[in-house]
């Protein structure tokens, strides 16, 4: 990547910029969700890892969240098995699961791990499984058909959200310069392994943890409006009416209701931004130019 050469006045200034967000965020936690579409390439990947040292390096505790929803599927098109979605979720089988462990628990969290090893920090991966730290109950959805208006409820088969998180193992990591990243797999109550939508999962960490912020990094620049124009701040509120008059769809649905989980739990605020944008995390957190979508009590 290349870099327009900054004046050093500038750069001085950035830096004294960062001071009054390092003392807010000193020693509280912040949790980071970095979806599979921001991860783009390895470039990408490796600067989103640095960013997350120097989050650390500067007093905060940050916890990822990985998702890796375009790289599951990837792997299903490989393999030939089919996969759709219902309102955000994938719908997922015996067989779907299995991949989805594989890539979520497997090959994206460890590579996460390695990256943020490579920028001197102690990553260390783990999945909802972990110390029983996350139980997943059974989610279901209804749909309605749009000719007959007939509801029906969809099984989404092994698709599960939190239910319980307990917090032991984290609290033992954190505070220690040891970095948790967390695959989005659980089990329910009787052992099976469970697919939990990463944001969801983000949500209930944040929220058991008290975590002081929520990121939710996208390949959007945060939430449109219906002529796709930004919005910059949003209450719980208007959250509810964009998913009930259709403005938000798709993968956004599990994003907004994870925001409004996640304030009414006590986060302070939660930004969905774009995690392509280099070092998005940084200039969120420790400088004046906040950018995405601000989500509020
Ligand atoms: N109102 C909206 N504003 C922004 N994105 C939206 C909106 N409604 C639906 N989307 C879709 O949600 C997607 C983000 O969700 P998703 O693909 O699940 O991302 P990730 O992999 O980062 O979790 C966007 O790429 C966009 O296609
Ligand atoms: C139930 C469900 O949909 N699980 C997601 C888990 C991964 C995820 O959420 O990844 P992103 O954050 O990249 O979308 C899936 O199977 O794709």
Avoid at 58 to 67: A, L, M
Avoid at 144 to 169: A, M, Q
Avoid at 197 to 216: E, S, V, Y
Wanted: hydrophobic fraction near 40%; aromatic fraction near 4%; proline fraction near 4%.
């Amino acid at each position: 990547m290349s870099h327009t050469p900054l004046d050093a006045q500038d750069i001085g200034r950035v830096l004294n910029e960062a001071l009054p967000y390092m003392q807010k965020y000193d020693d509280e936690i912040v949790v980071v969700k970095y979806g599979g579409h921001a991860m783009g390439d390895e470039g990408g990947a490796r600067s989103f890892a640095r960013d997350i040292v120097m989050l650390e390096q500067s007093g905060i505790n940050p916890v990822v969240v990985h998702g890796g929803g375009p790289q599951i599927g990837q792997m299903l098109a490989k393999l030939g098995i089919k996969s759709e979605f219902v309102d955000g979720l994938r719908v997922t089988d015996k067989q779907t699961v299995e991949i989805v462990e594989m890539i979520l628990a497997g090959s994206i969290n460890k590579q996460i791990v390695g990256f943020i090893n490579a920028a001197g920090g102690k990553a260390i991966g783990l999945c909802g499984k972990d110390g029983d730290m996350v139980k997943a109950a059974k989610v279901s959805r209804v749909t309605r058909d749009p000719d007959s208006n007939i509801e029906k409820v969809v099984d989404l088969g092994f698709v599960g959200e939190p239910d319980k998180v307990d917090t032991k193992v984290l609290d033992t990591v954190l505070g220690k310069e040891l970095i948790p990243v967390l695959a989005p797999v659980a089990t329910s109550a009787d052992g099976e392994t469970y697919n939990v939508n990463a944001d969801t999962f983000a949500g209930a960490i944040a929220g058991a943890l008290g975590a002081k912020r929520l990121l939710l990094l996208t390949d959007v620049p945060g939430v449109l409006d219906k002529n796709k124009n930004l919005i910059k701040s949003l209450s719980v509120e208007d959250c509810r009416r964009l998913i009930a008059d259709g403005t938000v769809t798709g993968g956004m649905i599990p994003k907004i209701e994870t925001c409004i989980y996640a304030v009414e739990r006590g986060v302070e605020g939660v930004v969905i931004l774009d995690g392509k944008t280099p070092h998005a995390v940084l200039v969120e957190l420790l400088t004046d130019g906040g950018a995405g979508t601000l989500i509020h009590a």
